[in-house]
């Protein structure tokens, strides 16, 4: 159910918009009551909301005497978006309507070494086709949305000293990607995305998460209040560089040592097991192994997921989730590495932050980093004040 907005706040066309997302069609009347503006204010809103699509007519009510009156819904497909999420080998896009629903979708090896203008020339290139083939012309295109697997800068939208993207420090993508596609472009790294995608998809219940990537390398993505928590600079759940006790001899490719990547990603334990005689490459490697029911690998991701877990024990102490949701790769191996993350936590953390605490595996697959990026574009968007102080809305807020 909508609440009711809090005595003197500002309800304009944007905030009535907000109370329409969850689909369901209400009347003038009953927007006029859950916000208590009066009813030639909420026809004035509803009416500049209808000219520019977001909401539509639904039909109407059952009559009590008199006309019947008109019912207004959401209109997720006023609008798309396109989300491109860009790992270290891969590339996933999706083209969205304003609902996260996926209209088109492609996925691809593409080595993000490649450089800036190589990967992001073929994310264009590959986005259009999409519109193409989801049947949207460009003019319909809210914006695109970008992941990529590295620290960013969200302000700004640039790498900052990314390990595994040469080229890509400070380059500055929005504008690059605007030239070629000229709507808003916004940025931000792989993991965020991903429990973006993740939230939005499959865990809207949930207004406070951590989403844990285990892959090729380990990152978290925060979500407080139903929104992603980036930080000062955009640094915020970088846990996979936290120290791991008893590690110090393990080096990692930050240049410190005992570092949570190190020991415990997708990597350590392909090495581990490459040391130990098996041949295994990387975390998909890993991961066969271990759905073989390889030992020496079913042990080693249990171990993994105790060592996320002792990190994640001092995140559920300091933030409280309600949710730890185990995505990337090494998720795939089954129920061993959240196994052992739930082991730890529960031993580790508060009685009263465990109480209530759910642990469960990613819900939305490979596909949650593109529509992560897409969801990121829609809430900025849809934010109300920010849809108040357009041109659209300006004289009717």
Known sequence: MPRRPAPGASVGAGALLQLLRDGTPRTRSELSAITGLARSTVTGRVDALLASGLIAPTGETASTGGRPPATFAFNPAARIVLGADLGATHARLAVTDLAGNVLAAATADLDIALGPKAVLDWTVEHG?????????????????????????????????NPPIMPGWDGFDVPSYVRERIPVPVMVDNDVNIMALGEHFT?????????????????????????????????????????????????????????CLE???????????????????????????????????????????????????????????????????????????????VREVIYQRSLPLATRH?????????????????????????????????????????
């Open 128 to 160: 259009l086709a999409l519109l193409t083939e989801a049947g949207r012309p460009v003019g319909d295109l809210l914006g695109v949305g970008i992941g990529l697997p590295g620290p960013v800068e969200h302000d700004t939208g640039r790498a900052v």
């Open 262 to 340: 190190a020991v415990a990603s997708g990597a350590a334990i392909a090495k581990r097991l490459t040391d130990q005689g098996i041949r295994a490459g990387g975390s998909l490697d890993v991961v066969e192994l271990a759905r073989s029911g390889s030992v020496p690998a079913l042990r080693l991701v249990r171990q993994a997921g105790r060592d996320i877990g002792e990190v994640l024990a001092g995140a559920v102490n300091f933030f409280n989730p309600s949710i730890i949701v185990i995505g990337g790769s090494l998720a795939l191996a089954g129920d061993h590495l959240i196994a052992g």
């Open 357 to 397: 605490l759910r642990i469960a595996a990613a819900r939305t697959g490979e596909g949650s980093g593109a529509i992560g990026a897409g969801v990121m574009v829609i809430e900025h968007a849809l934010d109300p004040a920010r849809l108040d102080a357009s041109t659209d809305f300006k004289t009717n807020g």
């Open 202 to 258: 499959a865990w809207r219940e949930h207004e406070h998460l951590l989403f844990i990537k285990a892959a090729t390398g380990i990152g978290c993505g925060i979500i407080v209040g139903g929104q992603v928590y980036r930080g000062a600079q955009g640094a915020a759940g970088d846990m996979g560089h936290i120290r791991v006790a008893g590690a110090d001899d393990v080096h990692c490719r930050c240049g410190n040592t005992g």
